[in-house]
C-alpha cells in the first residue's frame, strides 16, 4: 500500500503562483510515474500532468507554459509549480502514483483562484 499525502493549496489572486508537493511512503517498490489530476467544480477528474521516473513528463495543454512538474526520486515527492493560475484552474488537486500495475491516489488538496 502507498500512502500519499499533498499539500500546497490554497486561495491565490488570478496570475499568482502555488507549488503542490506529494509525498509517498509505505513501498519498498520503485514508483513509476508520478502526476497530478484535478477536479473542478461540477466538473469529472482531468489529467494535469505527469512525470515518470526516467523523467519523461507529459501536461495537458490548457497547463502548458504554465505548470512545471517534477520530482524528487529519492525523497519519492512530486511537485507541481503552477504559474499564471487562472480561475479555470479553481479545482481540487490530487496526486497519483503508479507502483506495477497498481495504482494509489492522494486525499487531495484545494486550489482557489479568485481575486
Known amino acids: 500500500q502507498v500512502q500519499l499525502v499533498e499539500s500546497g493549496g490554497g486561495l491565490v489572486q488570478p496570475g499568482g503562483s502555488l507549488r503542490l508537493s506529494c509525498a509517498a511512503s509505505?513501498?519498498?517498490?520503485?514508483?513509476?510515474?508520478m502526476g497530478w489530476y484535478r477536479q473542478a467544480p461540477g466538473k469529472e477528474r482531468e489529467f494535469v500532468a505527469t512525470i515518470t521516473r526516467g523523467g519523461s513528463i507529459n501536461y495537458t495543454d490548457s497547463v502548458k507554459g504554465r505548470f512545471t512538474i517534477s520530482r524528487d526520486n529519492a525523497k519519492n515527492t512530486v511537485f507541481l509549480q503552477m504559474n499564471s493560475l487562472k480561475p479555470e484552474d479553481t479545482a481540487v488537486y490530487t496526486c497519483n502514483a503508479k507502483v506495477g500495475a497498481y495504482s494509489f491516489w492522494g486525499q487531495g488538496t484545494l486550489v482557489t483562484v479568485s481575486s
Open positions: 509505505g513501498t519498498w517498490f520503485s514508483i513509476d510515474a
